[in-house]
């Protein structure tokens, strides 16, 4: 009999979650994670380090981050450390931005060769203080690793670009091989989770990144445990699939800190399954479903996949 889903109190009412501190359960087993202690880890970190660059992996207390700074693979998080936006589950510092760092792109790429990446994933706070966003700048760092790394591909995650005219044109016109923009969660959900955000823009960013250039593949992700009905996560799905986007990933929400918005329930492994097996039959080309998951976990293996997806979806299309 699969496990039930943990209810955590009675985190059901967005307003409540206004209050100064919520309490931080204990994470059942399937959550929990070694603290990293290998010598690859602390090159990664000494790496960041010597370069003078953000990492989203440590700005967002990223539970996965032994794993994947072991194998080498590190998030960039271009944009500066500072970000306009206060989502109630982000561990990013929120305040007066950071002033851009004209060598960040060149230190990005410099990284991604040091590292001998074949794929990586660059992402940024958001910067609604800058008259495109941060556009230029992402695109800036795309050209500079596709200069130092040719054979690497390259996914971006990337803001919204709210109220942002032609942004997304000058991101696109970069050609990264993914897309990324998250929505985080149900729309329902947002004034409370996501106050700076507006959910159908959201889904228009994916859905413009096709019409501009149908070659880039997109993706977007959300968070569960916030408060969601599974309904309302197949509805999501249906929304993310009218947008015409390639690949979703599913994970645990996992509260930073008591200041955060309260954790509602974990959701169990089987649970995950469930969600991957419909998203699945609603034609995604990749779903990645699992407590742990994230945007850029395994991200360089699952662009494999997802590039051998869309070679044998097109194969048949024409058989």
Known sequence: MPTPNIKIGAARHPEKRRNPDQPQPSRPDWLRVKAPTSDAFAETRELMRDLDLVTVCEEAACP?????????????????????????????????????????????????????????????????DLDDGGA????????AIRASSPATTIEILTPDFLR???ALEVVVEARPDVFNHNLET????????????????????LAQVKQLDPSIFTKSGIMVGLGEEDGEVGQLMDDLRAADVDFMTIGQYLQPTPKHAAVDRFVTPDQFT?????????????????????????????FVALRAAREAQLAEAQA
């Open 164 to 166: 942002k005219d032609g």
């Open 186 to 205: 149900v729309p329902r959900l947002y004034p409370s989770i996501r106050p700076g955000a507006r959910y159908f823009h959201s889904l228009q960013i």
């Open 274 to 302: 469930d969600y991957a097996e419909k998203g699945r039959a609603k034609g995604f080309l990749m779903m990645s479903s699992t407590p742990l998951t994230r945007s850029s976990y395994h991200a360089d293996a699952d």
């Open 64 to 128: 996965n981050i032994g794993e994947c700074w072991a194998k080498k693979h590190a998030t960039m998080m271009i944009l500066g450390s500072v970000c306009t936006r206060a989502c109630a589950f982000c561990n990013v510092a929120t305040g007066r931005p950071d002033l851009l760092d004209p060598h960040e792109p060149d230190n990005v790429a410099k990284a991604v060769a040091k590292l001998g990446l074949t794929h990586v994933v660059i992402t940024s706070v958001d910067r609604d």
């Open 136 to 143: 230029q700048h992402f695109a800036d760092t795309i050209q």
